[in-house]
């Protein structure tokens, strides 16, 4: 359903360029389940955008994003009561929620934003969870203390190894099933570490991948989501955005995701360059304003001490 503007009621950096927005949405947490997502765009001009349903509750959706374009570095300007134009949602289709019995859930970087919301729902069921989240250093982790409330199993990994164990979070999850077998696997994150999650577990447990890949209207018309699976064209934005990660074509995913990526680099530095010019413009301008201020109260206090009468003067008159 889309409404037109939707008030900004939380805004906070929790990561490394990493961002977390609440949004009062009721008409969206209405329908919307775990596992499903939106589309908004910041005004009447901005890019159509689509962002996981991180979480809700009665009246509000919860998003976190990544700044990797003038769009997202946009969103990242926005404030506590900052209203959005617009927003279509939920979309998709839920996640698969039933009584599996033990789940591990894997994510990387913002990855770990659907994942959560759908580990929540899975511990509801009375599942055990094992969740392994992933980030390139510690400042790149999100909502740690979310997911140790619905762990059984917890592991952290980082690349640099700033915090848990050093690596992908792959080779976590390899150590993990080497000894421990899981009814469930769900992954969600870059389609590299999904292909690699998808080849660990094949032919061990059912698996299944949440794709996120290069979105425009989000209801199958434009096909910018079309992917292979099992050999077949699906589109994510309606036939997901789960699937069977063994049957995925995740070649086919990640050379789509990467078509724009040349672009995507050029806007932001554009973008960025531009905001550094007029930031050093305006500096500039209010050092200028600053010197022609104390110019100014130099030459007042010089001719007030011109005017001033002298002792000498005073006796004379």
């Known amino acids: 359903m889309v409404f037109s503007m939707y008030k900004i009621l939380k805004k906070q950096k929790i990561g490394e360029n990493i961002y977390e927005m609440q949004i009062d949405a009721p008409h969206i947490v209405k329908y919307a389940e775990p596992g499903n997502f939106i589309i908004l765009r910041k005004d009447e001009n901005g890019e159509r955008i689509p962002f996981t349903i991180a979480d809700f509750d009665k009246t509000t959706i919860t998003i976190i994003f990544n700044v990797v374009g003038k769009t997202t570095a946009d969103l990242a300007k926005l404030k506590k009561g900052n209203m959005l134009k617009d927003a279509v949602g939920p979309l998709g289709n839920p996640a698969e929620v039933n009584e599996f019995g033990s789940v591990c859930l894997i994510a990387g970087g913002t990855g770990c934003a659907a994942s959560y919301i759908i580990a929540k729902a899975l511990k509801k069921k009375g599942n055990r969870i094992t969740n392994i989240i992933g980030a390139k250093t510690k400042n790149h982790l999100i909502w740690e203390d979310k997911f140790?409330?619905?762990?059984?199993?917890?592991?952290?990994?980082?690349?640099?190894?700033?915090?848990?164990?050093?690596g992908p979070v792959t080779e976590a999850l390899e150590k993990l099933i080497r000894n421990k077998y899981f009814n469930r696997v769900i992954t969600i994150g870059p389609p590299a570490m999904m292909k690699e999650v998808a080849r660990l577990t094949y032919q061990r447990s059912k698996t299944v991948a949440h794709l996120s890949p290069i979105m425009i209207d989000g209801i199958g018309i434009c096909g910018g989501c079309r992917i292979k699976v099992a050999g077949k064209t699906k589109f994510v934005c309606i036939d997901g955005p789960e699937f069977d990660a063994h049957d995925i074509d995740f070649d086919v995913l990640q050379n789509r995701n990467t078509r724009f990526r040349e672009e995507e680099k050029s806007s932001h530095h554009k973008y960025h360059s531009s905001c550094i010019k007029k930031a050093a413009k305006r500096m500039k301008a209010q050092e200028t304003r600053k010197t022609q201020k104390a110019a100014k109260t130099k030459v007042i206090k010089k001719d007030a001490k011109k005017k001033k009468p002298t002792a000498k003067t005073r006796k004379t008159r």
């Open 148 to 166: 140790k409330q619905i762990s059984n199993t917890m592991i952290i990994c980082t690349d640099d190894g700033s915090k848990g164990m050093k």
